[in-house]
């Protein structure tokens, strides 16, 4: 995540003072009818747009619109940063075709601290054509620098220390996980 390029957004597009959670989605995936969106607690994202930008045509990420300007470090969804937010939210994923029932929702828990202190929470999430995830979620170290964590589901194919729990069926088409996303605060 490019810090210069958040802190231009922000302050062009919201205040110094909020707080933000970066989104960066990214998924490897041929469909041309790709539908591939997110939504955070019962807000649905609609300002968004499916964006090809790397040479590899089968790379989708998901980026912010403003107007006709587009994002340029994903998703940033901006709050207004009282004195702390401390909130937990769910977050879905959905992945598929448009115009089908041939489509996939993940849902993952988030908890939300954020502070004037530490006001950035940096979630990307990356799935392949195998379906294999892997999330990078940031936190804050104790010397107030940000750290990521990573996650997958195949331990197997990624040599990261953390795996994600085995989610539960929910209907035909949901996954729910209940790894917690997004703690800022060390362990």
Same mark, same amino acid.
């Given at each position: 995540? %490019?810090?210069?390029?958040?802190?231009?957004?922000?302050?062009?597009?919201?205040?110094?003072?909020?707080?933000?959670?970066?989104?960066?989605?990214?998924?490897?995936?041929?469909?041309? !009818?790709? %539908?591939?969106?997110? *939504?955070?607690?019962?807000?649905?994202?609609? %300002?968004?747009?499916?964006?090809?930008?790397? $040479? !590899?045509? !089968?790379?989708?990420? @998901?980026?912010?619109?403003?107007?006709?300007?587009?994002?340029?470090?994903?998703?940033?969804?901006?709050?207004?940063?009282?004195?702390? @937010? %401390?909130?937990?939210?769910?977050?879905?994923?959905?992945?598929?075709?448009?115009?089908?029932?041939?489509?996939?929702?993940?849902?993952?828990?988030?908890?939300?601290?954020?502070?004037?202190?530490?006001?950035?929470?940096?979630?990307?999430?990356?799935?392949?054509?195998?379906? *294999?995830?892997?999330?990078?979620? *940031?936190?804050?170290?104790?010397?107030?620098?940000?750290?990521?964590?990573?996650?997958?589901?195949?331990? !197997?194919?990624?040599?990261?220390?953390? @795996?994600?729990?085995? $989610?539960?069926?929910?209907?035909?088409?949901?996954?729910?996980? *209940?790894?917690?996303?997004?703690?800022?605060?060390?362990?």
């Amino acid at each position: 995540m %490019d810090l210069r390029q958040l802190e231009k957004e922000i302050k062009e597009f919201g205040n110094e003072t909020d707080a933000c959670i970066v989104f960066d989605f990214g998924i490897i995936n041929p469909l041309e !009818n790709l %539908d591939f969106s997110f *939504s955070l607690g019962m807000e649905e994202m609609t %300002d968004i747009k499916l964006n090809r930008r790397y $040479p !590899n045509k !089968n790379y989708c990420t @998901i980026t912010k619109k403003y107007g006709r300007k587009l994002s340029k470090v994903g998703y940033p969804y901006i709050m207004k940063l009282e004195e702390t @937010i %401390d909130e937990v939210m769910l977050l879905a994923i959905r992945v598929g075709e448009k115009g089908t029932d041939n489509y996939l929702e993940m849902i993952f828990p988030l908890e939300v601290h954020l502070s004037k202190e530490k006001p950035i929470l940096y979630i990307r999430f990356l799935i392949d054509e195998e379906f *294999s995830l892997r999330i990078f979620s *940031s936190r804050y170290s104790k010397d107030n620098k940000i750290e990521s964590i990573e996650l997958t589901n195949r331990p !197997n194919k990624y040599a990261y220390k953390n @795996i994600l729990a085995t $989610p539960t069926k929910s209907g035909e088409h949901t996954l729910i996980f *209940s790894n917690v996303l997004g703690v800022t605060e060390s362990v």
